[in-house]
């Protein structure tokens, strides 16, 4: 799956890294069972997917933007191409880490260094840096056959 560079990560939690977590917790309706730090997303669209040289995601944000700018339609990270700086590494006990950097799919002054965890159990880690927005993690499941 790794090295075929082909599937796809369905994300359960969203976990905002909010210099004041005061802040979402008085704009967002949260589903049950979320809080500030961990907010359900299993019943929003989101995927990150890695097909050959290309990756594509659309993920919800909650957070902080740290600049004004352009709002399109989307208030999401979304992008889509062949990233920079894409490395694969095995890790312990059967795990791989995968890094990248990447362009805003909607604007041309946004950019992402994201980090994903894959481990044997199937479930991932998804850690994205924005140079306009506070950091994200997100958690869930990889999906082999949804990388096509």
Do not use: C, H
Not at 101 to 115: G, H, L, P
Request: aromatic share 10%; charged share 20%; glycine share 8%.
């Amino acid at each position: 799956m790794v090295e075929n560079k082909s599937f796809e990560i369905k994300n359960r939690w969203a976990s905002p890294q909010l210099t004041t977590k005061q802040q979402i917790s008085n704009i967002v309706l949260f589903p049950n069972g979320s809080s500030t730090g961990n907010i359900d997303i299993s019943n929003i669209i989101n995927y990150l997917k890695i097909k050959n040289d290309s990756v594509m995601a659309y993920l919800p944000f909650y957070g902080e933007r740290r600049f004004g700018g352009a709002y399109n339609n989307t208030a999401g990270i979304e992008f889509e191409g062949i990233p920079n700086d894409f490395q694969i590494n095995k890790g312990k006990k059967g795990s791989y880490e995968i890094r990248f950097s990447i362009d805003d799919k909607n604007t041309n002054t946004e950019n992402y260094r994201v980090y994903i965890k894959l481990l044997p159990d199937m479930s991932s880690t998804i850690n994205i840096n924005s140079s306009g927005r506070s950091s994200i993690q997100y958690r869930g499941n990889i999906n082999i056959a949804g990388g096509d």
